[in-house]
């Protein structure tokens, strides 16, 4: 089964439309990471989230970690194209206390503007 | 400061050859790690490695794969007698202690 649960797998928005995507855990996670990925291109890094209850914003992009640390999401504001594209989590499941381990990723949420 | 830096960005390869491919951290990180994507399985962890050691190996194949990050000079991952499931997008990501930052992928085709 997949440790990282990411939905929905994809989304049609309209320009201009708030939306939300959730990574899902059964595991305590020690990092949660968001990025972005053009089809066929490198990851973007958005956002890291390691407290429970934590939250961070950058331009109109809001993540969130519970206060579990087992669920994560992803909020974006008055969508816009440039926002289309490939929404990956990734989490670190191993404490070792050393610096991030190997991240496990979801499948990822495709993400499609509508003008 | 540039970022992760990786070569080739497309690699063809026929069956039986070998595939090396490069990775730069970002000035200051000492720590990198490799993924493998393909289209069905997602992006899946392969290795994590620091100056001259490898931390971490549990997410690379048993056999023809092998990783190094060498006190001077990019960290490659080698992969020999490549064969078509080898096929892949491969990234490199480096960090300073906990987020990580990729490069831009190297695309494998083995024909």
């Known amino acids: 089964s997949q440790e990282l649960e990411q939905s929905p797998q994809s989304l049609i928005v309209q320009e201009g439309k708030n939306l939300t995507i959730n990574c899902t855990s059964s595991k305590t996670l020690y990092g949660l990471y968001w990025y972005k990925q053009k089809y066929g291109e490198g990851l973007i890094f958005l956002m890291m989230l390691q407290k429970g209850g934590e939250e961070k914003s950058h331009e109109k992009i809001t993540a969130k970690l519970d206060e579990k640390k087992q669920q994560s999401s992803l909020h974006i504001t008055a969508s816009q194209p440039s926002h289309a594209g490939i929404y990956l989590c990734?989490?670190?499941?191993?404490?070792?206390?050393?610096?991030?381990?190997?991240?496990?990723f979801g499948k990822g949420t495709h993400l499609i503007i509508q003008p | 400061n540039a970022g992760v830096m990786q070569n080739p960005r497309h690699l063809v390869r026929r069956r039986g050859q070998e595939a090396r491919l490069r990775c730069s951290p970002m000035?200051?990180?000492?720590?990198v790690y490799w993924y493998r994507q393909l289209p069905e399985e997602g992006l899946k962890f392969m290795v994590y490695l620091q100056k001259e050691n490898i931390i971490d190996e549990s997410g690379m194949p048993k056999e023809r794969f092998s990783a190094e990050f060498p006190k001077e000079g990019p960290s490659i991952l080698r992969i020999q007698q490549v064969v078509r499931g080898d096929s892949a997008a491969y990234f490199c990501?480096?960090?300073?202690?906990?987020?990580?930052?990729f490069g831009p992928g190297t695309r494998l085709t083995v024909l």
């Open positions: 990734g989490a670190d499941m191993m404490y070792s206390g050393g610096g991030a381990d190997g991240l496990t």
């Open positions: 990501a480096s960090s300073p202690m906990d987020e990580q930052f």
């Open positions: 000035k200051g990180h000492s720590h």
